[in-house]
C-alpha cells in the first residue's frame, strides 16, 4: 500500500521561502506524476504543479513564476520551494500522487497535508 | 473564476439519489475525476475516468458525462456522505490540473 508522508515549516514571515516535501512508502515512484495543491482555510482545492519521474515539472501558470518543484528518485521523495510567500500563502499544502492510464486518470494517494501559516 | 464550475451547495433527503454537476469546455475532451472531502480530513478519490471506483468506495457512488458537463450521481444517499465534493480535469488550455469550487452536499 502506498503511503504519502509529508513534512516541512509551518510558519512563515511574508517574503520567505516555503519548502515542504514528500516521501514515499510502498508501491512504484517512477511512472507517475506527483503534485502539490493547496486549500486556504474554509476554500476550496488548488493545483500547485507536479512533476514526473523523469524530473519534467508543470506548474499552474497563476503560481509559475514563485513555484519549483523538484524531485529525487533515489529517496522517493519530491519536493515544493515556494518564494515570496505573502499571506494569501496560507493554506493547507497536500502532496498527492497522480494517477494514470489511458483516459481514466486521478488523485489516488495523498499526504496528510500540512499547514502552513504566513505572517508578520 | 475556474475552468470548472460548480453548485456551491445542493441537498438531498436522507436515501435518495442525489447528482453534482461540473461544467468545463475541457471536459468534451477529458474525464474528470472526483473527490470528497470531510471536514477536516484529505480529500478521497470516488470516482475517476469514465465510471470507475476505488474498491474502498461504496457502488452507490457513480459518474457520468455529456458534453461539457461531469456529473457525480450518489444513490439512496447515507448521512455519513454529507462532505464537501470537488471535480478535477483539465483546464481549457489541456495542459494545466484544474480543480472545480466545490459543492457542499447537505443530507437532510
Known amino acids: 500500500q502506498v503511503q504519502i508522508q509529508q513534512w516541512g515549516a509551518g510558519l512563515l514571515k511574508p517574503s520567505e521561502t516555503l519548502s515542504l516535501t514528500c516521501v514515499v512508502n510502498?508501491?512504484?515512484?517512477?511512472?507517475?506524476?506527483w503534485s502539490w495543491i493547496r486549500q486556504p482555510p474554509g476554500k476550496g482545492l488548488e493545483w500547485i504543479g507536479e512533476?514526473?519521474?523523469?524530473?519534467?515539472?508543470n506548474y499552474n501558470p497563476s503560481l509559475k513564476s514563485r513555484v519549483t518543484v523538484s524531485l529525487d528518485t533515489s529517496q522517493t521523495q519530491f519536493s515544493l520551494k515556494m518564494t515570496s510567500v505573502t499571506a494569501a500563502d496560507t493554506a493547507v499544502y497536500y502532496c498527492?500522487?497522480?494517477?494514470?492510464?489511458?483516459?481514466?486518470?486521478?488523485?489516488?494517494?495523498w499526504g496528510q497535508g500540512t499547514m502552513v501559516a504566513v505572517s508578520s | 473564476s475556474s475552468d470548472l464550475t460548480q453548485d456551491p451547495a445542493v441537498s438531498v433527503a436522507l436515501g435518495q439519489t442525489v447528482r453534482i454537476t461540473c461544467q468545463g469546455d475541457?471536459?468534451?475532451?477529458?474525464?474528470a475525476s472526483w473527490y470528497q472531502q470531510k471536514p477536516g480530513q484529505v480529500p478521497v478519490l470516488v470516482i475517476y475516468?469514465?465510471?470507475n471506483r476505488p474498491s474502498e468506495i461504496p457502488d452507490r457512488f457513480s459518474g457520468s458525462s455529456s458534453g461539457t458537463t461531469a456529473s457525480l450521481t450518489i444513490s439512496e444517499t447515507q448521512a455519513e456522505d454529507e462532505a464537501d465534493y470537488y471535480c478535477?480535469?483539465?483546464?481549457?488550455?489541456?495542459?494545466?490540473?484544474?480543480f472545480g469550487g466545490g459543492t457542499k452536499l447537505t443530507v437532510l
Open positions: 498527492a500522487r497522480w494517477y494514470s492510464a489511458g483516459w481514466d486518470d486521478g488523485f489516488d494517494f
Open positions: 510502498g508501491g512504484s515512484f517512477s511512472g507517475y506524476y
Open positions: 512533476i514526473n519521474h523523469s524530473g519534467s515539472p
Open positions: 475541457s471536459l468534451r475532451n477529458f474525464y
Open positions: 475516468g469514465e465510471n
Open positions: 478535477n480535469s483539465r483546464d481549457s488550455s489541456g495542459n494545466h490540473l484544474v
